[in-house]
């Protein structure tokens, strides 16, 4: 699953673990333990090599865009599958600007809003990198982290999620984040 679209930096497989963070982040604690986000990702990156050849990215951001919109779509299946609802595509599309939405979040996490296209796809690099070094936390801390970081919960609602103290969270929270600087610092 190496396939390369132009270039070096657009291996698909460099994407799985931005791809899984963005799945994540959209699934309901309820949903997550119904639907395998790996699958879901895995699936993604199957469709995105086959139609490849077809694939008018030209950029990192617009090749990370496409597989946005593809997990988009796969993972309204996988939810429309578990829920044995009816097709609605206002859901369908609301999942893809929630995906769109987690997208700017990563992004904006790593930098501000800048206009110019090569600052962009830099920005869509970093995301990548940021998901890469995410995945490699224990659980406990990137659970932590996303929490913090990504949904914006207070430390107190993290501690009630994860059964722990304050201090633990916060303890937690440290080492994610110091882990994660480092981490960062070795893919750069």
């Not at 895995?42 to 951001?61: F, I, R, V, Y």
Request: proline share 3%; aromatic share 4%; net charge positive.
């Amino acid at each position: 699953m190496s396939r390369q679209l132009s270039g070096p930096g657009q291996d698909l497989e460099g994407y799985r673990d931005y791809l899984r963070l963005l799945a994540q982040l959209q699934l309901a604690q309820a949903l997550q333990a119904k639907i395998d986000v790996s699958g879901v990702v895995q699936q993604t990156l199957l469709e995105a090599h086959q139609k490849m050849p077809n694939c008018a990215a030209s950029g990192s951001d617009q090749l990370a865009a496409w597989l946005r919109q593809i997990l988009a779509h796969n993972l309204a299946d996988e939810i429309r599958r578990v829920k044995a609802e009816k097709r609605d595509v206002r859901r369908e599309r609301s999942l893809n600007a929630a995906l769109q939405q987690s997208s700017d979040r990563v992004e904006s996490w790593l930098t501000a809003q800048q206009s110019s296209p090569s600052l962009a796809a830099r920005r869509q690099e970093q995301a990548v990198r940021l998901s890469a070094a995410l995945a490699k936390l224990p659980p406990a801390q990137q659970e932590a982290v996303v929490l913090r970081h990504f949904h914006g919960w207070p430390l107190a609602q993290i501690a009630h999620h994860l059964g722990r103290s304050h201090a633990a969270v916060a303890g937690l929270l440290k080492r994610g984040l110091q882990q994660l600087r480092e981490l960062l610092a070795d893919l750069e």
